[in-house]
Each structure stands twice: as C-alpha cells, then as structure tokens.
C-alpha cells in the first residue's frame, strides 16, 4: 500500500515545533509537546517513514536517500508540516 499527500496545507497546531539539525545528516529531533504520529514524505508525495516520537530519542533517516523532504506530525485530529533536507 502508497500512500500519497497530495496537498500540504497551513499548521493546524496552536504550537509550532522544530526540527532540527536541517540538514540532517542521519538523526533529527523534534521540539514539541505531545506527538503522536510522524510521517515523512518524499517529493513525490509518498510516505517513506512512519514512526511514533518518543521524548527525545530522534528519527532514524539513514536510510533515506539525499533530497528533499517534509516532515509531518500527527497530535489528534491536527497535523503540521515542516520541510527538511537529508544530506
């Protein structure tokens, strides 16, 4: 099964988070209260990447290839994006 995001639309959070290192070269973090679910997703709107956060352990994105790619996170019924490059 593919699933495929065809529109990324403006933050729903009341909170925005960060991501960080960007670039990142095999582990970013994220700063933010309560996630859920993440999804990471490709240029070609595919999702490459489906994890759940837990505190400050980091997404594994080594084996993504180079590119560019957009992080989602999933808190409820809201979800926000951010951009991020994998060197």
Do not use: H, W
Not at 41 to 53: F, M, R, S
Not at 67 to 73: A, L, R, T
């Amino acid at each position: 099964k593919t699933t495929v995001v065809t529109d990324v639309t403006k933050s729903t959070f009341t909170e925005e988070f960060v991501l960080f290192p960007n670039p990142v070269q095999g582990v970013f973090f994220i700063s933010a209260n309560n996630l859920t679910n993440i999804e990471i997703i490709n240029a070609l709107g595919e999702v490459v990447l489906q994890t759940t956060y837990v505190g400050e352990s980091g997404i594994n994105v080594n084996s993504l290839t180079q590119g560019m790619y957009i992080c989602c996170i999933k808190q409820g019924n809201t979800q926000s994006f951010k951009r991020f490059i994998k060197e």
